[in-house]
């Protein structure tokens, strides 16, 4: 008989909590003593990987299975056969066991006592995919932005980990995964691949893709890229999810200023020019563009051109172009350009500029009356007409400085956002009893006064409570306690009908435009900051950064950077 698969309940009814058997040496030390896995005996199918029937000594049978699936449906119809095919349930009669070591014990390779070579290559191949599948979900549910795959020899065990909130971290439940183990797993999800280069996993050579998934009736695109280290592979999984709200309910959610939501909105109602939006990788550029992008009117034709298409624009006609990493670039744009430019549109979506291919279809269509909208990297908004006129991407600087070319430069990072509900207030720094010497807090008390002597009004500011709450401590990753996702800090330039900035940008006097910006911005309003470090103060001033945070973005004056040791009390 065949046990459907269905979500599992997260919140089970069962006021019982299983036994934690952690690893190999628990899983030796059970009483009665594993003897070997039953799930030959049983059609598990989808659910194979995350439950699985064992014997015990004394002919009794157990239920070993993961956290999210130890109590429901799935593992009572599971127990009701074991029991009609005679087995004795032990007591307790389930176990939770994290995904590696499960994955060991449904194959039979867990190298424990009564373990045999596994002999259903279909089962083990369905084992594989449910991993695989939970190290997806675990990152969806968690909100990871990345998820890394790493078989890395030089270390005991493979490593998996996620980009979440900004942080490098790992999920605890995935520890302990061996290294042909992962490259298993990773040879199996590759056969899900989509736009590939190589028809299976190849661990030695540079690849790239996408898989399509729904993970809690929640459709997800992971963008795959692997590469190949001296070490062993590393693949990192870009999860993009495409329900609407992540391609960001608005600007001003995103975290973009008033100002700046008016700024955005006034170039993009405006017809022709580029509207070029910069940042480094994981700053947040495609969430932002998207939100742009949706926000334009219906009467509007928008198209878009990417390598390939991440979040779904309802409003767009969406054209996605595979380039090989070692083929001819610019076969697959021409043949959309030609028809592209005959398509009668109002707006054009150019994914990213990032080489000489796609620098010259940024300069065919920004000079088209069509109104452009990209992305790039680049470290500030002042940088981006020196990266699009590098040699890598090649845009000329007259045209670049041609009025009506360039319309909006943005530059974007992201901050994180502090936990409202548990954040401290920035005095806590120079508090008795915080854990800092006398000689820290008197140092916390001068770097506050540096700030308000710089223009920084400290009156609401928050710093990070380490210990978090119940509000932000669900994921139980120490490095995101006390905070609640991530903010933008950006800055805006018009150089549209700037005659000044636009002479600077074509002569290449970058000094000269720094020391331009650096006035402009001493003359702007508190509310339209035109700097992002000054979006960051900001920020910082209404209690949604902490302070001490704007140093890892921005190089501030000497006097304004955190005092040493920094790192070594509270927060």
Not at 189 to 213: H, K, S, Y
Request: charge should be positive; aromatic fraction near 6%; glycine fraction near 8%.
């Amino acid at each position: 008989m065949r046990i459907r698969s269905h979500r599992p309940a997260l919140h089970s009814p069962c006021t019982t909590l299983a036994p934690f058997v952690a690893d190999h040496e628990a899983l030796g030390r059970l009483r009665p003593a594993f003897v070997r896995a039953l799930a030959r005996e049983f059609d598990l199918g989808a659910l194979a990987g995350r439950l699985c029937p064992v014997l015990l000594e004394g002919s009794y049978a157990a239920l070993f299975a993961l956290a999210d699936y130890v109590h429901g449906d799935q593992a009572d119809e599971l127990e009701r056969l074991m029991r009609k095919r005679g087995y004795r349930l032990a007591a307790p009669a389930r176990y939770v066991l994290p995904s590696p070591l499960l994955l060991a014990v449904a194959r039979e390779a867990a190298g424990a006592p009564g373990l045999h070579a596994a002999d259903h290559p279909a089962q083990r191949r369905t084992a594989l995919q449910a991993l695989f599948f939970d190290m997806v979900r675990w990152g969806v549910r968690h909100g990871a932005s990345d998820l890394h795959l790493h078989a890395d020899r030089r270390a005991a065990t493979a490593q998996v980990r996620y980009t979440v909130g900004g942080a490098y971290v790992a999920a605890p439940c995935f520890n302990g995964l061996s290294h042909a183990c992962l490259l298993e797993i990773l040879a199996v999800a590759w056969m899900d691949v989509r736009a590939g280069n190589g028809a299976v996993f190849d661990p030695r050579a540079e690849q790239q893709g996408r898989i399509a998934l729904q993970v809690d009736e929640v459709p997800v695109v992971l963008r795959w890229a692997s590469l190949a280290t001296d070490h062993g592979p590393s693949v990192c999984l870009r999860i993009l999810r495409q329900d609407p709200p992540q391609g960001g309910a608005s600007l001003a959610e995103l975290g973009y200023l008033p100002a700046q939501v008016a700024t955005l909105e006034r170039a993009c109602q405006r017809a022709g020019g580029a509207v070029v939006l910069a940042g480094t990788v994981g700053a947040g550029k495609s969430t932002t563009i998207a939100t742009m992008l949706r926000g334009l009117p219906a009467e509007r034709k928008l198209v878009t051109l990417e390598d390939p298409a991440e979040y779904a624009i309802a409003n767009a006609l969406q054209n996605s172009v595979s380039r090989s990493l070692d083929g001819e670039a610019g076969a697959p744009f021409d043949a959309k350009l030609l028809t592209i430019k005959r398509s009668a549109m109002h707006d054009l979506y150019l994914g990213e500029v990032r080489d000489r291919q796609t620098g010259r279809v940024f300069t065919d269509l920004a000079g088209s009356g069509v109104s452009l909208y990209t992305t790039t990297h680049a470290g500030s908004a002042l940088l981006i007409p020196e990266r699009l006129a590098s040699d890598f991407i090649g845009v000329s600087r007259d045209f670049l400085a041609t009025p009506g070319v360039l319309k909006l430069l943005v530059y974007q990072t992201l901050l994180p956002r502090l936990c409202p509900a548990c954040a401290l207030p920035l005095a806590v720094l120079w508090r008795r009893g915080a854990g800092w010497s006398h000689a820290q807090r008197l140092a916390w008390r001068c770097w506050a006064a540096r700030l308000r002597r710089a223009g920084v009004a400290l009156a609401q500011a928050r710093v990070r409570n380490p210990a978090g709450c119940a509000a932000c401590a669900g994921a139980g990753l120490p490095a995101l306690r006390g905070y609640a996702g991530r903010t933008v800090v950006a800055e805006l330039l018009e150089p549209e009908t700037d005659a000044v900035l636009l002479d600077l940008i074509r002569r290449r006097d970058n000094p000269a435009l720094r020391r331009l910006l650096g006035r402009r911005a001493r003359r702007q309003p508190p509310d339209a900051p035109l700097r992002a470090v000054d979006c960051a103060w900001r920020k910082v001033e209404a209690g949604a950064v902490d302070p001490r945070l704007v140093e890892r973005c921005f190089a501030l004056p000497p006097a304004l950077r955190t005092p040493a040791g920094a790192e070594d009390g509270h927060g």
